[in-house]
Nanobody, 123 residues
Framework: VQLQASGGGLVHVGGSLRLSCVAS????????VGWYRQVPGKERELVAS???????NYADSVKGRFTISRDNAKNTVYLQMDSLKPENTAVYYCGADTLSYTDSGEPEVARYWGKGTLVTVSS
């Protein structure tokens, strides 16, 4: 699975950005796609995720401001970020959790990452 993230940039407080994550390769093995963020010196943390059934999950800090969605026809997952705050400044990564099976029928799980896209919110 290959992931291509885009859409980051510089925005003022209160502004909006939409991130895109395009998947290619073994797309059928993808079960969940998530957006994560990381700032220097801290671990990568989940911002939002969406499962194949459309179920979504959000970090408490972004509920009501961020929306994750998917366009299956375009193999793309979006993160709409509204009412941005300076603390949302980070490198954002998309990650895909996959489930596949070996020739002997054993399940294999994996997580794939795209390159990050920088979001900077200026005050």
């Amino acid at each position: 699975v290959q992931l291509q993230a885009s859409g980051g940039g510089l925005v003022h407080v209160g502004g909006s950005l939409r991130l895109s994550c395009v998947a290619s390769g073994s797309i059928r093995s993808i079960r969940t796609v998530g957006w994560y963020r990381q700032v220097p010196g801290k671990e990568r943390e989940l911002v939002a995720s969406i499962g194949n059934g459309g179920n979504t999950n959000y970090a408490d800090s972004v509920k009501g401001r961020f929306t994750i969605s998917r366009d299956n026809a375009k193999n793309t997952v979006y993160l709409q970020m509204d009412s941005l705050k300076p603390e949302n400044t980070a490198v954002y990564y998309c990650g895909a959790d996959t489930l596949s099976y070996t020739d002997s029928g054993e399940p294999e799980v994996a997580r794939y990452w795209g390159k990050g896209t920088l979001v900077t919110v200026s005050s």
